[in-house]
């Protein structure tokens, strides 16, 4: 007797799969949504300025640069979410950039090239956090 071939084909081989970027990996690594509000035209002003006025302290204000963030947190952060989360950004940096300046002191008296640094990173933070899509909040 002869006996016909009616096994199923042999299986294709599958083809490599491609990682999506388009979706979190999921798990416990994965990074959190980024929480967003719908914020009107004061919410978006009053954020701006817990930015904006962090440079009142490159105008000779004794640390305004945490003074003015300080000011509009506390006045604004139980009425506007956004400027809730938005100043305490600011507030953050600020603080992180004035530790750094004092633990760093010993290298700006003796290098001075330092001060100049601190000086460009704060100059440049507050304008660029200022700017970002309105809205959105950043981590």
């Known amino acids: 007797m002869t006996q ?3 096994s199923t084909p042999p299986p294709q081989p599958t083809p490599p799969v491609t990682p999506d970027y388009g979706r979190p990996a999921g798990g416990m690594f994965a990074p959190p ?5 719908d914020a009107d035209k004061d919410a978006r002003l009053w954020g701006m300025l817990a930015h904006l006025l962090a440079l009142s302290g490159l105008v000779g ?3 305004g640069t945490v003074i ?3 000011i509009i947190w506390l006045i604004k952060r139980q009425e506007i979410p ?3 989360d938005q100043g305490k950004e ?3 940096f600020q603080i992180t950039a004035l530790i750094a300046s004092i633990i760093c002191s010993p ?3 003796l290098a001075g090239i330092g001060l100049l640094l601190i000086i460009a990173i ?3 933070h507050c304008p660029l956090a200022s700017v970002r899509p309105f809205g959105q909040m950043r981590r």
Do not use: K, R
Not at 33 to 37: K, L, S, Y
């Open 4 to 6: 016909e071939n009616t």
């Open 33 to 37: 949504a980024v929480p967003t509000f």
């Open 61 to 63: 204000i004794p640390l």
């Open 68 to 70: 003015g963030p300080l």
């Open 82 to 84: 956004f400027v809730d």
């Open 90 to 92: 600011s507030l953050n």
């Open 107 to 109: 290298l700006i008296c």
């Open 122 to 124: 704060g100059a440049a």
